[in-house]
C-alpha cells in the first residue's frame, strides 16, 4: 500500500542519516589521528598484441601472433610524524605484496615482503624501449640485465653533495639458504646544462642448499645517464657469474658480461622516440654464448593517464645447450 512504501521510505532515509554520521565521524577521527597523512588508491591496465618471426621451425598449432593483457591494483598511505619521519607504505593488491619504509635527515630503511626493496638503487639496464626484448619463440638465457633483487630491507643515505650509497639485506626463508646482500653507490649533478648521473652497484647470492649442484652468483651494474634538453643516453655495463659448489662448470654456471646503450628523444610533449643496443657474450655451462639486439620504439600520450607503445626489436642468439636463433619481434601495447 501507499502508506506501507511511505513508511520504507522513511526507515530508508533514517538509516542513511546514521551511515552518515558515523561516516562523518569517522572521518573525524581519522584526521585527528593522521592530520597529515594521505591514502591512495592507483592502478593500470594494458593490452598488447605481439607478433615475431624467426630461423626456427613451427609446431603443431604454433602461431606467431599473440594477445595479452596484465592489469595492476595498488594502494599507499603516506605521514609525516610530529618529529619530521617520514612514514609511508605500499600494497600491490593483486600481487598481494607490500612494502614500507622509514625517513629522516638520517636517511631511508625500506622493507619487503618479497623480491626488491632498492637494495641495489644504482643499478641499471639502459632499456629506454618498451618491451623491446621480444624474442618470440626462444627465451633469453643472458640479456645482459643487473640481476640482483637488492635484498628485503635496506638503508639508503641522505644525499651528500651528490652522492648516495645504499646497503641491502634478502632473506630467502627457513627452506632456503640463497640469502642476498647488496650495495650501491650513486652521484649525480648538473654540468653546464647537463643532468648527470653514475653508478655502481654489486649484489651476492648465497647457494640455496649445502650440496654439489647448487649455484651462488654475483651481479656488479656500472652505469652512467646524461640528460641534455630533450635528449638522454644511458650505458651500462653488467656482469653476471654464478658457480656451482663443485665448481663443474661443464654441468652448470654461467660467466656473462652484457654491454647496453640507450637513447630517448622526446620529439613533442606527447611523442618520444626510443632506441637500445644489447651486446652480451661470456660462457653458459662451459659453453660460449652471445646476444644481440636492437631495438626501436615510439611512445605516444593520447590523453592524460592513456599511452600508446610500439616496438620492434632484431636478435640473435647463439650458444649453450639450446638451437642458435635469430629473427624480428614487434609489440604493440595500450
Known amino acids: 500500500s501507499t502508506w506501507s512504501i511511505l513508511t520504507i521510505f522513511i526507515l530508508m532515509e533514517i538509516y542513511m542519516r546514521k551511515i552518515l554520521l558515523a561516516s562523518t565521524a569517522l572521518i573525524a577521527v581519522s ?20 607478433a615475431h618471426s624467426d630461423n626456427l621451425s613451427n609446431g603443431t598449432g604454433v602461431n606467431d601472433t599473440a594477445f595479452s593483457s596484465d592489469s595492476d591494483l595498488g594502494l599507499s598511505y603516506s605521514s609525516t610524524t610530529d618529529s619530521g619521519l617520514s612514514v609511508s607504505v605500499s600494497w600491490d593488491i593483486d600481487a598481494n605484496d607490500s612494502t614500507g619504509s622509514i625517513g629522516g635527515d638520517f636517511g631511508t630503511i625500506a622493507w619487503a615482503d618479497a623480491g626488491d626493496s632498492d637494495g641495489a638503487a644504482a643499478a641499471s639496464d639502459a632499456d629506454p624501449v618498451e618491451d623491446g626484448e621480444y624474442t618470440g619463440d626462444t627465451t633469453i638465457t643472458h640479456n645482459g640485465a643487473f640481476g640482483g633483487d637488492g635484498g628485503n630491507i635496506s638503508y639508503t643515505s641522505p644525499s651528500f653533495n651528490g652522492f648516495e650509497f645504499t646497503v641491502g639485506q634478502g632473506d630467502a626463508g627457513l627452506a632456503s639458504a640463497a640469502d642476498e646482500s647488496s650495495y650501491s653507490i650513486g652521484y ?27 649455484e651462488k652468483a654475483d651481479y656488479t651494474s656500472l652505469n652512467a645517464s646524461v640528460t641534455v634538453g630533450d635528449v638522454t643516453v644511458d650505458v651500462a655495463s653488467n656482469k653476471s657469474k654464478a658457480v656451482r659448489g663443485d665448481d663443474n662448470a661443464s654441468a652448470g654456471g654461467h660467466d656473462i658480461t ?62 649453450t645447450t639450446g638451437t642458435n636463433t635469430s629473427g624480428t619481434g614487434t609489440v604493440i601495447k595500450l
Open 31 to 50: 584526521g585527528i589521528s593522521a592530520a597529515s597523512a594521505e591514502i591512495s588508491l592507483s592502478g593500470n591496465s594494458a593490452f598488447s598484441y605481439k
Open 188 to 214: 649525480s649533478a648538473s654540468v653546464n646544462g647537463a643532468d648527470v648521473s653514475v653508478g655502481y652497484a654489486a649484489a651476492s647470492v648465497a647457494s640455496a642448499y649445502d650440496n654439489a649442484s647448487s
Open 258 to 319: 652484457g654491454t647496453r646503450f640507450g637513447v630517448s628523444y622526446a620529439l613533442t610533449d606527447t611523442i618520444g622516440l626510443t632506441a637500445q643496443s644489447v651486446s652480451v657474450d661470456g660462457t653458459d655451462i662451459a659453453a660460449d654464448y652471445k646476444y644481440d639486439e636492437s631495438s626501436y620504439g615510439i611512445e605516444y600520450n593520447i590523453a592524460s593517464g592513456v599511452d600508446l607503445y610500439g616496438s620492434f626489436t632484431d636478435f640473435s642468439q647463439s650458444g
